[in-house]
């Protein structure tokens, strides 16, 4: 029985599931995460004894375990994780590469001194440096890139640690492992050191590409913010101009009232009355809900509403100081509500109209927009948000609503029936 072998693959498997606990948004409790981490961490070492033990001279079961075991680990980090998604693979790729490495080391240091427990104790010491490193290196940074990076994005980077995987293989093991080829043992610590270089600039990459993303979208949403607080304040100069102007007048309707008065021309000085209740209706500036922000987006959507003919039933509760970022609720409302008037602009005058329900409390969102729909809606059969046609530089809307339900941990349901449009996102505080 090889057992250097069998005590080095078992500290590998324990930092492996040790990175997937670290590493991975669970969507378990840590009691039941850490529980099937235990069950994989065993299923893995019983594996590992039949090719190294019971089958060790037969290259179909090396080939055959080896392939069960990267799939338990890799749909292992996928079932643990809150999402499933080309982010998570990525991560479970990497780990494989970061417990490879620190087994390399274990067996350099054994073919060096050719001393089993320096070798172990020289394994352990280097898992925990990787892992120590890469906590502090690496951690924060994914956990931002996790929070908003698109799905999507991830899918070529997963490329990286595969290679990286099949470099340590060939170098290490195929065709010659390094015990039979103990030259290898340089280019194999360099490798080594390049991976960690490259994870780390590559990661630094996409969060400031994420930075920047952000930078762009909060500075798209400032100008359109402040030029919708320019447009209220050239109206409220225009109301008051409009009301001075009444408030000259109206000692006018008065002589003329009394005059009518006198006369008993009641019905006159109804028409009178009404025509200076119309005009102070239409000089009063509109306030949708008490937050200032919202209340600006709310506006904008609702003069483009009433420049498209477009009718809009509009139930609007949003408190003053809110549990989410004014921006990004803000970006999220206005992409719906867009998306809502782009679908009706064109239809008939009796189907334009939009329903749009909002609550935002200190305890809950809800979202709930409704209109009528003659196109076919295709959603993604992966997010289960309606999808665009327009091509592969478009639909960021919907991806900014999912990161932001997912990251204010929400759900959006999306229906479409009997011609009628419907998507509802609830979130609780």
Not at 244 to 268: A, F, P, V
Not at 299 to 311: T, Y
Request: proline share 1%; hydrophobic share 45%; aromatic share 14%.
């Amino acid at each position: 029985m090889d057992y250097f072998k069998n005590i080095s693959y078992m500290i590998s498997h324990i930092f492996l599931m040790l990175f997937f606990y670290l590493f991975t948004v669970h969507r378990f409790s840590k009691r039941k995460t850490i529980g099937i981490c235990f069950g994989v961490f065993l299923i893995l070492n019983l594996s590992d004894c039949l090719k190294l033990n019971l089958y060790y001279d037969s290259y179909l079961c090396d080939l055959l375990v080896t392939v069960f075991q990267i799939l338990m680990v890799q749909l292992t980090n996928l079932f643990i994780s809150k999402t499933r998604d080309s982010r998570v693979l990525f991560i479970g790729l990497s780990a494989s590469n970061y417990v490879i490495a620190g087994s390399i080391v274990a067996t350099v240091l054994y073919i060096l001194t050719n001393h089993a427990g320096l070798a172990f104790i020289g394994s352990i010491l280097v898992h925990v440096l990787i892992l120590m490193f890469l906590y502090k290196k690496i951690n924060s940074v994914w956990l931002k890139c996790f929070e908003k990076e698109n799905i999507k994005n991830w899918w070529e980077l997963c490329l990286i640690p595969v290679f990286f995987y099949c470099g340590f293989f060939c170098l290490a093991f195929f065709p010659y492992r390094l015990d039979d080829n103990p030259g290898n043992i340089p280019g194999v610590l360099i490798f080594i050191i390049t991976m960690f270089v490259s994870y780390v600039v590559v990661l630094r990459y996409v969060e400031s590409e994420s930075e920047r993303n952000d930078i762009y979208w909060r500075s798209v949403l400032s100008e359109c913010y402040i030029k919708d607080l320019e447009n209220q304040y050239h109206s409220v100069e225009q109301f008051e101009q409009n009301l001075k102007i009444l408030r000259h007048d109206i000692r006018h309707y008065s002589g003329m009232m009394e005059h009518l008065l006198d006369q008993k021309e009641y019905g006159e000085v109804r028409n009178i009355i009404k025509h200076i209740n119309h005009a102070v209706d239409e000089n009063q500036i509109i306030k949708y809900c008490n937050n200032l922000v919202m209340n600006t987006i709310i506006s904008n959507m609702m003069d483009k509403a009433c420049s498209l003919g477009i009718r809009v039933n509009l139930d609007a509760v949003i408190a003053k100081n809110i549990p989410v970022n004014d921006y990004e609720f803000a970006a999220v409302l206005a992409n719906l509500f867009e998306n809502a008037l782009m679908c009706v602009q064109d239809l008939k005058e009796e189907k334009k109209y939009v329903d749009v329900k909002i609550q935002c409390t200190e305890d809950s969102l809800l979202i709930d927009v409704k209109n009528e729909c003659e196109k076919e809606i295709v959603m993604d059969s992966f997010t289960g948000l309606p999808k665009s046609k327009k091509g592969k530089n478009h639909g960021f809307g919907m991806q900014s609503i999912s990161a932001f339900a997912e990251k204010t941990g929400g759900n959006i349901g999306c229906y479409c029936e009997d011609g009628i449009f419907q998507i509802i996102l609830f979130a609780k505080f």
